[in-house]
């Protein structure tokens, strides 16, 4: 018979104790997990968000995160106002401005970013166009220019274009057609004319028969804050640990993109990894061998730590009112929330 004493019994129940406070503190973690959604587009552009997610960065922040998928900018404004999504990527759009306006949402910091000797994003012209002149974005003052719908960050790019050449704005015919997906088919069988898009797509465009290349928007449009984050007014006010733990995390994403395919400082087996990472959401109907070279060709980059070029911002803010899109009694304070990342 095995006698215990005392003592060792009074050892034996704090060590228990000890265990079970100890493992009821870590169910205790795994269940406070905020659990959010977060608005993306299958570019690789969104790659801060699909690393962060692959590699743990999110859960390392006690966040449970699942990724929605949207096929053009505005509607993720619009999930975020419903409730739909808590943070989304996408540019600055006329929609967003107006919830924003609204008190439903908030920029809170920067992705895509338009930066000298790195490629960005391209100009392009339907070969036909192309053939019957238009080689040039001077050349596009009576052509047409593909956009998403009409407040649209192809719109400002298309308008920046025309204030640059100097012809008036409503001589670029603008075609809201809604998808990404619809411009491409439309600009490859010439039913538009132009179109401007982020170099991963416009690369592979251009090297087909259908689609040439006939300038950059960095040329329009220098230091370019192409796409921003997001969230909801009420996520950026009451849960602002939640937010800061967010931009940490999609950070870090950042940061390994960057080091990997942009800055290419992290060596080849990085860049393999990160292609192969960002191929499971971005050309997942294409064979990887078919995807890589686009995928590695369009990298741009993203601003570290989120930091926002609130400058740009406020162009584009001024330009969306001047085109009556947006009341002109907003400014800058009701769409950003400068209080979680550099600005400048």
Known sequence: MISISKRQLGKFLVVSMFTATFWAGCLSTVAAADKIAVGALRFTSHAATFVAYERGYFKDEGLDVEIKFF????????????????????????????????????????????????????????KKAYDSGLTS?????????????????????AHKIADKEGFARSDIKVKPLQKVGVIIGALKSGQI?????????????????????????SDYIPDYQVTTVFTSTANASDKKEMVKRFLK??????????????????????????IKLIHKYVYVSRP??????????????????????????????AWFQSENMVSKSITIDTIVDPTFVETY
């Open 249 to 274: 995390a999609f950070s870090k994403g950042a940061d390994d993109f960057n080091a990997a395919l942009v800055d290419k400082t992290a060596g080849d087996a990085a860049a393999e990894d990160m």
């Open 193 to 217: 004319d132009s179109w401007s898009i982020v170099p991963h797509i416009a690369k592979g465009l251009a090297k087909g028969p259908t689609v040439e290349m006939i300038g950059k928007v």
């Open 288 to 317: 990887y061998e078919k995807a890589a070279p686009s995928i590695r060709n369009g990298a741009m980059r993203i601003n570290k730590n989120a930091k926002l070029n609130i400058t740009n911002v406020k162009d584009q803010l």
């Open 137 to 157: 974005p001077a050349a596009l003052k009576g052509k047409s220019f593909g956009i998403t719908q009409t407040g649209s960050s192809f719109h400002y790019v």
């Open 71 to 126: 096929q053009a900018a505005q509607p993720i404004a619009v999930a975020i106002a419903s409730g739909d999504v808590d943070f989304g990527v996408a540019p600055i759009s006329g929609g967003l401005i107006n919830l924003a306006e609204k008190g439903a949402i908030k920029v809170i910091g920067g992705v895509l970013h338009e930066e000298p000797g790195i490629d960005g994003q391209m100009i392009l012209a339907s």
